[in-house]
Nanobody, 125 residues
Framework: VQLQASGGGLVQTGGSLRLSCAAS????????MGWFRQAPGQEREFVAA????????DYVDSVKDRFTIFRDNVKNTMYLQMTSLKPEDTAVYYC???????????????????WGQGTLVTVSS
């Protein structure tokens, strides 16, 4: 599956952005999906994950109650709605997909098979 992330940009502290991850090439609903981010000089970190059918989600503690991951399997697209953004959310955000037969979600980058190219989110103070 090919993944294309978009929606990043420059936003002030407290603002909102919605990231999108468009999938093509294979059956999107066969893939558990995730969002990761990488800030300058830091390792890539898990942000959020969602199961194939969208019924299960998980978040890193730092974004709980601010970010929402969801997907539309008809539009072959996953989203990350980000609210109450903070300067520490500044990073390149990557979407990732893992082929799976079950309803699990995945937090580790090494578990994912496919990656998008990343979209930059900058939160100004």
């Amino acid at each position: 599956v090919q993944l294309q992330a978009s929606g990043g940009g420059l936003v002030q502290t407290g603002g909102s952005l919605r990231l999108s991850c468009a999938a093509s090439g294979r059956t999107f609903s066969n893939y558990a999906m995730g969002w990761f981010r990488q800030a300058p000089g830091q390792e890539r970190e898990f942000v959020a994950a969602i199961s194939r059918g969208g019924t299960r989600t998980d978040y890193v503690d730092s974004v709980k109650d601010r970010f929402t991951i969801f997907r539309d399997n008809v539009k072959n697209t996953m989203y990350l709605q980000m609210t109450s953004l903070k300067p520490e959310d500044t990073a390149v955000y990557y979407c990732a997909g893992k082929r799976t037969n079950g309803g699990d979600i995945y937090r580790r980058a090494g578990e994912y098979d496919f990656w998008g190219q990343g979209t930059l989110v900058t939160v100004s103070s």
